[in-house]
């Protein structure tokens, strides 16, 4: 299992991530699904003005292309053969509540750990780092649990995550960032509750690489 989990953006270490991905050109599927809760057309005006994924990314040397899970409802094999032919998975931010129930709804959190065993790497940022986790309760704080979006089968709230690693991810933690107050009460949550966390800085990045500990590595100076 390979996990690149980032606080915000690609992180500070994105040649780790280039290496663990096999090098310059790997493709990379990203699921935008966190974002769904924005209206299409904002989110076309964001792309041509400020962030477009496609060339973010590409400027990092990644091959990439963008899908959206609820196009896999009920597809779950469909899925699992697009997904097959990446090296990367890349998961956005946004709101994490939205983005889990896109995976639950897919199927994508049934063929997630194949995905993983076959050496694809999970990786994400934000709500997509979140998402790996084993609870989603103390980012409550940071998300809104109860989003609505377009295209979903169902309102429920999934307090659980993909349990790809066994603790709370929390980013945006004493980071100059919108969240990073929000992040700061999800941590008191998480201490006052005893839940094991791993709070992240806006350029650190959790990484799991070939089944070993998940390590923290810190942001550049």
């Given at each position: 299992m ?9 992180g ?14 790997a493709?990379?599927a ?7 809760g ?8 964001f ?5 477009d ?7 990092y040397?990644f ?6 899970l ?7 094999e469909a ?8 090296r ?5 931010g ?23 065993a076959?050496?694809i ?5 934000s709500a997509?780092?979140?998402?790996a986790?084993d609870?989603?309760k103390?980012?409550g704080i ?16 999934i ?7 066994p603790?709370?991810?929390v980013?945006h ?21 005893d ?24 942001r550049?100076?």
């Amino acid at each position: 299992m390979n996990l690149y989990l980032s606080s915000y953006m690609i992180g500070d270490h994105v040649d780790r991530l280039r290496e663990m991905a096999g090098g310059r050109g790997a493709r990379m599927a990203i699921i935008t699904n966190a974002l769904d809760g924005i209206a299409a057309e904002a989110q076309l005006e964001f792309a041509r003005n400020r962030f477009d994924p496609d060339e973010y990314f590409a400027s990092y040397g990644f091959d990439p292309s963008l899908i959206d899970l609820r196009r896999y409802g009920g597809r779950q094999e469909a899925l699992r053969a697009l997904l097959q032919r990446h090296r990367v998975i890349w998961v956005l931010g946004g709101n994490t509540f939205l983005l889990r129930r896109a995976m639950c709804e897919s199927g994508f959190d049934q063929i997630i750990g194949d995905l993983l065993a076959s050496g694809i790497v999970y990786g994400g940022w934000s709500a997509g780092a979140c998402v790996a986790g084993d609870s989603l309760k103390a980012v409550g704080i940071m998300d809104e649990p109860h989003a609505e979006a377009a295209g979903y089968l169902s309102s429920e709230v999934i307090w659980e995550g993909l349990g790809l690693v066994p603790f709370t991810i929390v980013p945006h933690f004493e980071s100059d960032h919108a969240e990073a107050p929000l992040a700061a009460k999800a941590v008191a949550w998480a201490v006052d509750q005893d839940i094991e966390f791993r709070s992240l800085r806006d350029g650190e990045v959790i990484v799991v690489e070939k089944n070993g500990p998940p390590m923290v590595l810190p942001r550049a100076i």
